[in-house]
């Protein structure tokens, strides 16, 4: 007992050192800190930078490969990117900024503006029996379940329940 209690003693004592604080880093470390996290943003910039180069060739490929083939393709969406935090200020109400626009879509804005969701020819509202602005389906239940007598397993019956024999 007594050698758990000294062991215990001489855990926290050697934890104490650890819970200590670290020194403040000097200002070598500091600029050393520094000039790694721009090299690491300058690596990160030119890693997307390739990624989307080899985004675009793919892309490219297939598009040709489709228009070979005879399949239905649509134009490439322009996405905007969004801008880092505090870089630009907001766009200005109704103005064009932030939203993006398809080639496809005969120069009309896509996106919701001023908060309100509209419909428009090539993006309907989509109807929903959960939401009731669907009518329900053919193969949905028309009413409740039916009760089942006492005594009555609970399995498929053709039949009223009078007609069925019970065992």
């Known amino acids: 007992m007594k050698i758990k209690h000294t062991m ?27 000039a790694k996290k721009a090299q690491a943003d300058a690596q990160a910039a030119k890693d997307k930078q390739n990624l989307a180069a080899s985004m675009d060739a793919v892309s490219a490929r297939w598009r040709s490969r489709a228009a070979q083939q005879g399949w239905k393709t649509h134009a490439p969406v322009a996405v905007v990117a969004a801008a880092p935090a505090g870089a630009a200020a907001a766009p200005a109400p109704g103005s064009a900024g932030g939203i993006v626009t398809a080639a496809g879509a005969g120069g009309q804005q896509a996106g919701q503006q001023d908060g309100q969701l509209r419909a428009s020819a090539a993006n309907p509202i989509v109807k929903s ?39």
Do not use: I, N, Y
């Not at 855990?11 to 604080?21: E, R, S, T």
């Open 8 to 34: 215990m003693a001489a855990l926290l004592l050697a934890a104490g050192g650890a819970w200590a604080a670290l020194p403040a880093p000097t200002p070598a470390q500091q600029q050393a800190a520094a």
């Open 129 to 167: 029996e959960k939401f009731g602005t669907a009518p329900p389906s053919e193969d949905q239940k028309a009413g409740p379940t039916k009760s089942v007598p006492r005594g009555v397993s609970p399995t498929v019956q053709k039949g009223s329940p009078d007609s069925v024999s019970k065992k």
